[in-house]
């Protein structure tokens, strides 16, 4: 069976490429998404565990589905 990599880690690494797409800092990121500039930083190294919530605004600050969001995870 092949190894992946922890969901966490996968997710944060797709938010970070997006954030990245969009030209966004994390602190600017953070900011349009309501959520704290560490909370982010630990969301793109795995370290939390997001509620639905939290997901949805990151979608909404990025402009992009869930789906899309999810896509490759």
Same mark, same amino acid.
């Given at each position: 069976?092949?190894? $992946?990599?922890?969901? &966490?880690?996968?997710?944060?690494?797709?938010?970070?490429?997006?954030?990245?797409?969009?030209? @966004?800092?994390?602190?600017?990121?953070?900011?349009?998404?309501? &959520?704290?500039?560490? @909370?982010?930083?630990?969301?793109? $190294?795995?370290? $939390?565990?997001?509620?639905? $919530?939290?997901?949805?605004?990151?979608?909404?600050?990025?402009?992009?589905?869930?789906?899309?969001l999810?896509?490759?995870?």
């Amino acid at each position: 069976m092949e190894h $992946r990599q922890d969901i &966490l880690v996968r997710f944060g690494a797709r938010v970070r490429e997006l954030r990245l797409s969009k030209g @966004y800092s994390q602190e600017s990121f953070a900011a349009k998404c309501g &959520l704290d500039r560490t @909370y982010i930083g630990g969301i793109e $190294r795995g370290e $939390r565990n997001l509620a639905l $919530r939290n997901i949805e605004n990151i979608a909404k600050a990025l402009d992009i589905s869930l789906s899309e969001l999810m896509r490759g995870l």
